[in-house]
């Protein structure tokens, strides 16, 4: 099970819920490589390209993301994408948790609308995540 009792965990994940708030996303890590309790370990305004840059390829770690597009010519939308990443060069038994501690993870970071599995950073690229956004939101009048 994992540990996200942390106040400042659910604090940044109201902040990037908050349309009153710069904050688009947040990166929660394990506090080492033995424990199975999360911290929060980044904020940001940059979106999916600045969390990219924050994501490291020995870890598994989780995030919660505002994306924004314009669904058509008349709408702009906003939606929130719970990220779960293993790096290429996550440790086996730290994998193996992954699915358990997703369930505790989701406790907190309840409100998304899509979940994205991660393994490369380029899986985190935006085109595609808010083409698959447009394809989950509804009516489209561009035909996508």
Known sequence: ????????IDEAYQDVRSDKSDTNWILLDYESDRSDKLQLTATGSGGLAELREH??????SYAYVRVQYANDKESKREKF???????PSCK??????ISVHTADVKQVLRVYSMEV???EKDDLKEEPI?????KAGGASYDGV
Not at 92 to 97: D, E, F, H, S
């Open 92 to 97: 086996v038994m730290r994998k193996a948790k």
């Open 130 to 134: 808010i083409i698959r956004l447009r």
């Open 1 to 8: 099970m994992a540990d996200v009792s942390d106040p400042k």
């Open 55 to 60: 994501l490291d390829e020995s870890k598994a």
């Open 117 to 119: 599995a991660a393994r």
């Open 81 to 87: 994408i719970l990220v779960v990443w293993i790096g």
